[in-house]
């Protein structure tokens, strides 16, 4: 257990040298004809990030079958939080074709990784993610995208080292994309330093083609948003990029049961994605901290029915600070 004591960095700081810690293992290794691998990457990301970023560790024994590694949680000063379960994943290069296994499957279970990872998410109401290890430029030098990010090139973005990506967002790309998947997730993925406590710039607004949006929830997509709420519209961004390339008639607003404490309902329109997409990653945002999250935050062990399906806890405590 790594908890958090004082003030001394802001959660932005804590995660750039979380990810940059990754990204100097990361280039060792490969000088040396290692491989970074996702568990490695994990302990360094947040042993680095701590005690700002607090985390327990718990077993690893269930990720085959439940697809899924740690519970990711922000949370504001005000108590309103996010969450989201995220599987680890390295960027891996032969040659010149980059790969990210999303599609694995395990003796046993057909089902594919991230079939599984979206649906382990529907028992605790957060959406489903990746958190992807990227390298540094150096090793992304042969990453093919043509599009750029505020005219810098795709592969050359800083802080993409660590990013987050949404787990129906790869789940699309994979689809339509087959070979070229890795790339668009790639541009779409977020750096996770900046997902919540950004330095450069305000979020851009979100457009969404549901109708009857509650003004509550259209002025969180248009306005900037800071903390847990902003990284739940970050991984909401994707979807919403792809559900405007869908049939705009298919934008129907469906009705369904709020998770508990959901800051937005009836918030489910399905669009062409295998879940309600609006639907799986707003009930993420909630009003109040889960009791296994506050465990955590108070040095407590979680019940075994957290402990024994993941592999951890991590929560961004004062995820609204600047810095």
């Known amino acids: 257990m790594s908890g958090f004591s004082g003030h001394e960095a802001g959660p932005y700081e804590a995660l750039r040298r979380g990810r940059a810690a990754v990204d100097r293992l990361a280039s060792r290794l490969a000088v040396n004809g290692g491989t970074l691998r996702e568990v490695t990457a994990t302990q360094v990301l947040l042993a680095e990030a701590s005690p700002r970023v607090c ?35 390295i960027l891996k290069v032969s040659g010149r074709r980059w790969t990210v296994d999303f599609g694995y499957t395990t003796k046993g279970h057909p089902q594919s990784q991230i079939a599984k990872l979206i649906e382990a998410a529907e028992p605790y109401s957060v959406p489903a993610a990746y958190i992807l290890y990227c390298g540094d430029r150096k090793y992304r030098a042969t990453l093919e995208c043509s599009r750029t990010h505020g005219g810098v090139p795709c592969r050359d973005r800083e802080r993409v080292g660590v990013s987050v990506a949404c787990a129906l967002a790869v789940q ?85 049961a709020p998770a508990a404490g959901a800051l937005f309902r009836d918030v489910a329109d399905q669009g062409h994605f295998s879940v309600p997409y609006l639907d799986h990653v707003l009930r993420g945002l909630r009003t109040g901290v889960p009791d296994y999250v506050r465990d955590v935050m108070d040095g407590r062990t979680p019940p075994a029915a957290v402990t024994d399906r993941f592999g951890g806890i991590v929560v961004i405590t004062d995820a609204d600070a600047l810095g």
């Open 172 to 256: 699309e790309a994979a689809k339509f994309h087959q070979s070229a998947a890795v790339v668009e997730v790639f541009h779409d993925a977020v750096p996770l330093e900046d997902i919540a406590s950004p330095v450069e710039g305000l979020d851009e607004p979100i457009r969404s083609l549901a109708r009857e949006l509650d003004e509550e929830l259209a002025r969180f997509l248009r306005q900037p948003q800071r903390g847990a709420r902003r990284v739940a519209k970050e991984l909401l961004r994707p979807l919403e990029r792809i559900r405007l390339g869908q049939f705009a008639s298919a934008a129907t607003l469906e009705r369904a």
């Open 55 to 89: 985390f327990q560790e718990f077993t690893s024994a269930e990720e085959a079958k439940a697809g899924a590694d740690w519970m990711w949680w922000w949370v504001d000063r005000g108590g309103t939080c996010f969450g989201l379960l995220a599987q680890a994943k």
